[in-house]
């Protein structure tokens, strides 16, 4: 038996999406289109399956399906990199047998360009209107952006200060109190502002930037695991992988080895083009 959704203590939309009943799609209709209108903002509600029964149009456009209507009926294991994936379906099962929400997770999506993005997901799950069961699972997918860069253009130039000495700094990160009075903040507002930011917490943050360089590091030299988890900032390998895995669903081996194929299946598809224009 299903457990019925359990209230997360949030107000506003959280607590209300809790509740909601959900028969069919007769409420999907007018979120998806109001999620639409957001930018950098993932929507989507999946059956108990795991099967996508209202997207809006950005997880269409960042999943590769050239509609919307391309994705309902899908899992995510039939749009998303294999690697990735089976995280995003094991998150949802836990959504649905515990009746609990899951609310601002760090992840890491590859976009099919092969850019890297993250993002804080949150789901929850949607009671049946007659059986208060859980019936299925809304959620939502933000865009994180962290540089330093980012900071600066909303005001904040000794935050962005701060930000950019982490990322000189990653074998042997500053802690959040340095970063605060490098940003010539209280430990306490450094915290509420790179929150208000960045819908992170300066821990988040710190880790996120460690394993952005890591990402970087995977895909374009070949450093050693041990090497990288050093220049990241970690103490030894396993707690690299750890962490990475974590994050990514993925150890970091495997997916050095899922780039390096993406990147072998790139040059070998440009390889048949040029041959068959010779040809022609």
Known sequence: MSPRPQSDGHSGLPGMLAHLALRGADLALPFERLFD???????????????????????????????????????PSDIFPAALAPRYERQDQRVLASGKAVLDQL?????????????????????????????????ISRDVETSARGAATRGFPELANALDILYTRLADPPGIEELAKLSGLS??????????LFHLTPSQLVMKARIDESLHLLATTRETLAGIALATGFCDQSAFTRHFRRLTGLPPGAFRAQVSAQVSAQVSAASSEAAGRAGA
């Not at 930018?39 to 099967?51: L, T």
């Not at 976009?111 to 809304?138: E, H």
């Not at 430990?187 to 208000?196: A, E, G, I, K, N």
């Open 37 to 75: 209108d957001l930018p950098n903002v993932v929507f989507f509600i999946k059956d108990r399956a795991g099967r996508y029964l209202s997207v809006n149009k950005a997880l269409a456009e960042r999943c590769g399906a050239g509609s919307k209507a391309a994705v309902i009926g899908k899992r």
């Open 187 to 196: 430990s306490t507002h450094f915290s509420h502002l790179v929150q208000r």
């Open 107 to 139: 992840e890491l999506h590859l976009y099919p360009d092969r850019r890297r993005g993250w993002c804080l997901t949150n789901k929850y799950p949607v009671g049946d209107r007659i059986t208060g069961r859980v019936s299925a699972i809304m959620g």
